[in-house]
């Protein structure tokens, strides 16, 4: 069984003046089953920008606003659509991307697929996670 699955979709990094699609990958592992991570391609060759935050932001994220500091994640619905907006921020800069909440409920129910949610500590090898702390 495969334990760890991805989504490559395009959000919208949303700035003041404009909108413009950038590439996303979502990944999700098994083994680390508290996390996922989104890595946001370069548009002109750059750096890919990769965010580690716990699945449950996204879970929550998609029903009301979650998250305090560097992530926070909540619903806007426009006319017929509803959007997930992400608002990350770090020493680096901050950014606001958002996604169709089809794209995000889909990939949420892959991640709930592999581990459903309250089963996370049955994923979990503490020992091992000390053991490399301890190296």
Known sequence: MNR???ANFFM???SAD???P????LHYDAQRPFEMTVTFRGITG???VV???ARDLMFDGRLHLVGLGDVRIWPIRVEQSTRVYLSLSSDSGECLVSACI???NMWCRRMS???PPGTEHRHFDLDREVGLLLR
């Open 4 to 6: 760890s699955i991805d």
């Open 12 to 14: 919208r990094l949303e």
């Open 18 to 20: 404009r909108r413009f």
């Open 22 to 25: 950038i590439l996303t990958r």
């Open 46 to 48: 750059e750096t890919p």
């Open 51 to 53: 965010w580690t935050f």
């Open 102 to 104: 089809t794209h995000i």
């Open 113 to 115: 697929a592999l581990v």
